[in-house]
């Protein structure tokens, strides 16, 4: 089945650095979406992308659908204490059998030291 | 206002029995899915539904049981046969096929003891 592996598992920077972090599938994916997580609460969206190479940010975050359509990266400038948290890749695969189904990483944990 | 809603926020069940997880979206939204969390663990799929009436298993949905009689609701049983049932649900909801961005809940927790 579809697998997606996101990296690194875990980040520890100063704030004011910027981060980057990436996730790939083993199969081509139709879109990639960014949540973010805050401990006990349910992930809430980031970012969408739906066209391979597309660039999209949202304030000082930055996400990117690979060229191959089988990665996918989120860069976050100038990190925040708020920036804490978990961000996880999700995706969908092409194909009948994907219809719907959507899958995610398994998340990286980020740590901003003020 | 619209959302997703998941209750209970906790819940506390023995080992043996049966338990029914609550989710309810009023976004109107097509396609509802489960997701099972583990302490410093990914989001699992255990079930998803694109239309009222059809589900489909997801990744681990062994122990598991679901229905979608109505399109705004979703509930999850978590059967005797599930293993190790301890973890956060997340019950997450999106428009359809086209709009891909799923919204979630705000999750519960249930502890099997």
């Not at chain 1, 980057?20 to 969408?48: H, R």
């Not at chain 2, 609550?22 to 694109?50: F, K, T, V």
Request: proline share 4%; glycine share 10%.
């Amino acid at each position: 089945g579809q697998q997606l592996n996101q990296s690194p598992q875990s980040m520890f920077i100063q704030e004011g650095e910027d981060v980057s972090m990436n996730c790939t599938s083993s199969s081509i994916f139709n879109t990639w979406l960014w949540y973010k997580q805050d401990p006990g609460e349910g992930p809430v969206l980031l970012i969408a992308l739906y066209k391979a190479g597309e660039l999209t940010s949202n304030g000082r975050l930055t996400a990117q659908f690979g060229i191959t359509r089988k990665d996918s990266f989120l860069n976050i400038s100038a990190s925040i204490p708020s920036d804490v948290g978990i961000y996880f890749c999700a995706g969908q695969g092409i194909g009948s059998s994907n219809t719907g189904k959507l899958i995610f990483g398994q998340g990286t944990t980020l740590q901003v030291k003020p | 206002d619209g959302g997703i809603t998941q209750s209970p926020k906790y819940l506390f069940r023995k080992e043996g029995q049966n338990v029914t997880l609550s989710c309810e979206q009023n976004l109107n939204h097509d396609a509802m899915y489960w997701y099972r969390q583990d302490p410093g663990q990914g989001l699992r799929l255990i079930y998803y539904s694109q239309i009222v009436n059809d589900f489909q298993k997801g990744d681990i949905a062994e122990g598991y049981s679901v229905s979608r009689e109505k399109k705004e609701s979703f509930p999850l049983t978590v059967t005797s046969a599930q293993k190790n049932p301890t973890a956060f649900y997340l019950c997450a909801s999106r428009r359809g096929d086209v709009e891909m961005e799923a919204f979630f809940g705000q999750g519960t927790r249930l502890t099997v003891v």
